[in-house]
């Protein structure tokens, strides 16, 4: 199988991004379909699109997809308060919590940063943050997905991400779109994916952060979150 990435930016500014595997009679339209994307971005019109096709040579592992939960917000308070009791109950101190929340309403970065319980961010570059590559979804769970009304196809591609994030050790993940329109954000535990609507408002800049325990070993999970290869089923 083949990992095809897209990277799109304006003006050294991240406007998209997007990653499939796929098999090789899928390689030629899975590129057209990225680089549309790019191009109809509603980040606007980048200057610049990279396109890498790699074949995998290690093996895939796949794993099971966190358990999808939309909580319905009336308002971005309402919901950042139910972002907060859920990252709590996962042991993650309210000052970190509210620094985590800086961190993506700043926005800007291309991945994401990542923060131990001390309030450290451990990524090696702070601009960039770190990017969660090697992953995709099975055809099956992307129609379940829509089919089923559990998200749209941002939905797809975040439960891939978070689903990997958390298999991989990450404590919690929490999330809102760059996509200046989408308010829908996402905080990811061991309990669950939870979709909460409203995490931003419309117009605001988004970002992502993973909590980490202290003791954990960054080199080897930002390895794995780069490199090691999953589909999620």
Same mark, same amino acid.
Do not use: Q, W
């Given at each position: 199988?083949?990992?095809?990435?897209?990277?799109?930016?304006?003006?050294?500014?991240?406007?998209? =991004? @997007?990653?499939?595997?796929?098999? !090789?009679? #899928?390689?030629? /339209?899975?590129? %057209? $379909?990225?680089?549309? &994307?790019?191009?109809?971005?509603?980040?606007?019109?980048?200057?610049?699109?990279?396109?890498?096709?790699?074949?995998?040579?290690?093996?895939?592992?796949?794993?099971?997809?966190?358990?999808?939960?939309?909580?319905?917000?009336?308002?971005?308070?309402?919901?950042?308060?139910?972002?907060?009791?859920?990252?709590?109950?996962?042991?993650?101190?309210?000052?970190?919590?509210?620094?985590?929340?800086?961190?993506?309403?700043?926005?800007?970065?291309? =991945? @994401?940063?990542?923060?131990?319980? !001390?309030? #450290?961010?451990? /990524?090696?570059? %702070? $601009?960039?943050?770190? &990017?969660?590559?090697?992953?995709?979804?099975?055809?099956?769970?992307?129609?379940?997905?829509?089919?089923?009304?559990?998200?749209?196809?941002?939905?797809?591609?975040?439960?891939?991400?978070?689903?990997?994030?958390?298999?991989?050790?990450?404590?919690?993940?929490?999330?809102?779109?760059?996509?200046?329109?989408?308010?829908?954000?996402?905080?990811?535990?061991?309990?669950?994916?939870?979709?909460?609507?409203?995490?931003?408002?419309?117009?605001?800049?988004?970002?992502?952060?993973?909590?980490?325990?202290?003791?954990?070993?960054?080199?080897?999970?930002?390895?794995?979150?780069?490199?090691?290869?999953?589909?999620?089923?």
């Amino acid at each position: 199988m083949y990992s095809i990435k897209m990277r799109a930016s304006k003006n050294g500014k991240h406007i998209s =991004g @997007a990653e499939r595997i796929v098999n !090789k009679d #899928e390689i030629e /339209e899975t590129v %057209k $379909e990225i680089v549309r &994307r790019a191009l109809t971005h509603e980040n606007g019109m980048p200057d610049f699109i990279n396109v890498k096709i790699e074949e995998i040579k290690e093996n895939i592992e796949y794993i099971n997809h966190l358990p999808i939960i939309t909580i319905h917000c009336k308002d971005k308070e309402e919901a950042r308060e139910k972002a907060k009791e859920i990252l709590k109950n996962e042991g993650i101190p309210d000052n970190i919590i509210d620094y985590a929340f800086k961190i993506i309403d700043k926005g800007g970065m291309r =991945g @994401a940063a990542i923060l131990n319980l !001390k309030g #450290e961010r451990l /990524e090696p570059d %702070k $601009e960039r943050g770190v &990017r969660v590559k090697n992953i995709d979804t099975t055809k099956e769970l992307k129609e379940k997905i829509l089919k089923e009304k559990l998200g749209t196809e941002r939905t797809v591609e975040a439960i891939a991400i978070a689903s990997k994030v958390i298999h991989l050790g990450v404590v919690a993940e929490l999330c809102t779109s760059d996509n200046k329109s989408y308010t829908t954000g996402y905080v990811a535990t061991k309990n669950g994916y939870f979709r909460i609507t409203n995490l931003k408002k419309e117009g605001e800049s988004g970002g992502r952060v993973f909590f980490v325990k202290d003791d954990v070993n960054i080199e080897d999970l930002i390895n794995k979150l780069e490199n090691k290869p999953f589909i999620i089923k």
